[in-house]
């Protein structure tokens, strides 16, 4: 059953250089339980593709296009409708925690805030309710951490801390945006494993952003390459990944150590040449068009059509067989 459909989502912010898309007609659907990973560069569009679904962009931005969350398009909701939905039916975990928590309340307070909201309870139940959550996501003493603030929390703590505001109501689609930025390799793993566990257990759908490769591999069974607010390449993961067929997931994937004793292992990692445009820049055409090794005259006028690889594995490109070709050679 499908629970998240998002149709032709286009975001536009008004910038002193005029409107900039930076989201470009993206469509995917999420069911429950259903996990999907979007990544790419910063500035490629994903954290305002999340933005746009929880109706948190900017002052300057607007979406057009269908965000329907169980057939609902909640890009007609007004804002008291969307303050039902946020925390509640959709929880985010947010890039930061250290700026996203709140300095002057403490994190017991800041977990019961949504349940006080959307479940009515009262404060003796939600401090029941606190306790268990901190306990979930492996905050040790959650007794006395309960009356922590922010700042006597560590970096994997206040995470752990994010997670279980978003999973307080118990939402039936989890964003996680970054989840892991800043974060020790060792305390990565760890959230992601209990971001992983929690899924599974509770049967929520996610989506899951990042500009790391290994990542999302890891955590996600579909995935969405996005470039300059467009989506270039999407699919499986593990199909994906095993027959990566845009020029931009290829010098993704390139700019990536490979820890094995070959000879690909020993290569000097290459580097995509030039930058993510700026918004107000985006070409009309191909979004790569300045950076990519195969362009032509005909990637700039208009956006290349979608190709299908192989089942539910699709490309956004004019010269998918060259690209395919010269990676399977390389």
């Known amino acids: 059953m499908t629970l998240l459909a998002v149709d032709n989502l286009t975001v536009t912010l008004n910038t002193v250089r005029g409107p900039a898309r930076a ?44 965000v329907k969350l169980a057939g609902e398009n909640l890009l007609t909701y007004s804002e008291d409708q969307m303050c039902q939905v946020r925390g509640n039916r959709i929880g985010m975990v947010f890039q930061e925690p250290m700026t ?31 306790l268990r959550l901190l306990d979930m996501v492996g905050i040790p003493e959650p007794t006395k951490r309960i009356n922590s603030y922010p700042h006597q929390l560590s970096g994997g703590q206040r995470q752990r801390v994010m997670i279980a505001m978003a999973l307080s109501c118990g939402p039936e689609l989890l964003i996680a945006d970054e ?68 020029p931009y997931s ?19 990692l290459r580097t995509i040449p030039g930058t993510v445009p700026e918004l107000a820049d985006l070409p009309a055409g191909c979004t790569f068009q300045d950076r990519c090794d195969y362009v032509t005259d005909a990637c700039r006028p208009t956006q290349p059509p979608v190709v299908q690889i192989a089942a539910g594995h699709n490309v956004a490109c004019l010269h998918v067989d060259a690209a395919r070709k010269q990676w399977a050679a390389r």
């Open 23 to 66: 989201v470009r007609n993206l469509s995917f659907e999420l069911e429950k339980g259903q996990t999907l990973g979007i990544v790419g560069e910063s500035g490629c569009g994903k954290s305002l593709t999340a933005l746009a679904i929880m109706g948190l962009l900017p002052e300057n931005g607007w979406a057009d296009g269908t």
């Open 179 to 246: 989840p892991t930025t800043a974060l020790d390799v060792t305390i990565q793993k760890q959230i992601l494993d209990l971001i992983r566990n929690l899924i599974e257990d509770l049967g929520m759908a996610m989506i899951l952003i990042s500009h790391n490769l290994g990542v999302i591999y890891q955590n996600v069974q579909d995935v969405i390459v996005m470039y300059g607010g467009a989506r270039v390449e999407s699919g499986p993961t593990h199909d994906v990944f095993a027959n990566l067929s845009h």
């Open 250 to 268: 290829q010098g993704l994937f390139e700019a990536v150590p490979q820890i094995d004793d070959t000879k690909a292992s020993r290569r000097r």
């Open 100 to 130: 996203s928590l709140n300095p002057l309340h403490t994190v017991g307070r800041q977990i019961a805030e949504a349940m006080r909201l959307h479940r009515g309870v009262n404060k003796a139940e939600a401090r029941t309710e606190v």
